[in-house]
């Protein structure tokens, strides 16, 4: 990367907040404007740093959940309780308020056209953030490659981007598929329990077909989920990971 790419990406700026959307009871997105964007890859984050009056700072990352032809940022934060970010990015944040960014940061669990597929998305909860920016992207570029969203969420209620990915689904085509862990609806046809060996089985391309993975959301979600994918037989070095946080869940 050259030198003047990497010192903006790694630069603190202040992006100002341009709309603030209420995707769950507990999950915002917020849509930013930042002066200096050199522009990400679908799959990457930001990190965020918040500064109180005394000085104090706390920083977090945050995927991006826009694609890269959006022409806009959006981050989508989930608020944890005692949390020390989260709940001033999810409930305190206004419209025209700024927040300071630097980024896009991480190359790795990244997914663009030239990489191919066939296309395994795997979320649990809130980690379907970097996955709606590949499914965006995907559809942006008209890309042929086949591709599957698994989403794990506990209830219908707490899946974010639902409109959007019900909507996706019927247009475009993407099988998505939902399992809800906690609490099913009335006459529910989808998955009702945790991501587990039987059902990914059920869900994925063959090992054979050699699909391309990537699995986000908790730590203890993540790792149950790769580890049942290798027991398959998948290939460990066709599964790329984001671990939000430390539990399960
Ligand atoms: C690469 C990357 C991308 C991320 N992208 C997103 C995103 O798009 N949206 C989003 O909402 N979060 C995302 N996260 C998680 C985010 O960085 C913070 O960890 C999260 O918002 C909690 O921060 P906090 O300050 O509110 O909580 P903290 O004060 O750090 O923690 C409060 C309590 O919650 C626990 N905890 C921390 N993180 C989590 C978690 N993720 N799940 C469950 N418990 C947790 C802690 O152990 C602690 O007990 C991402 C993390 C990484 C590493």
Do not use: K
Request: charged letters at 25%.
């Amino acid at each position: 990367m050259a030198r003047a790419a990497l010192l903006g990406r790694l630069t603190w700026q202040l992006a100002n907040v341009v709309e603030l959307v209420e995707e769950t009871a507990r999950v915002r997105s917020i849509v930013l404007d930042p002066p200096a964007w050199p522009g990400h890859r679908a799959g990457q984050h930001v990190d965020v740093r918040l500064t109180a009056e005394d000085g104090y700072q706390a920083q977090r990352s945050y995927s991006i959940a826009s694609a890269p032809e959006d022409g806009y940022l959006m981050l989508t934060v989930e608020r944890l309780e005692d949390g020390e970010v989260s709940p001033y990015l999810a409930d305190e944040l206004r419209p025209g308020d700024e927040l300071e960014l630097r980024g896009p940061v991480g190359g790795y669990f990244v997914w663009e056209e030239s990489l191919g597929g066939p296309l395994l998305l795997v979320a649990g909860g809130s980690g379907v953030v970097p996955l709606r920016a590949m499914l965006c992207h995907h559809r942006a570029v008209e890309s042929i490659v086949p591709v599957r969203l698994l989403y794990s969420a506990r209830s219908l209620e707490e899946v974010v981007y639902r409109d959007e990915l019900m909507r996706m689904a019927a247009a475009d085509q993407i099988d998505i598929r939902f399992t809800l862990t906690r609490e099913q609806p009335e006459g529910w046809q989808g998955y009702g329990r945790r991501i587990d060996r039987e059902l990914l089985d059920e869900v994925s391309w063959p090992p054979g077909e050699h699909p391309l993975v990537y699995v986000c959301g908790p730590t203890g979600f993540v790792e149950a989920t790769a580890n049942a994918l290798v027991e398959l037989g998948h290939e460990p070095a066709r599964i790329r990971t984001e671990r939000f946080g430390p539990t399960g869940g």
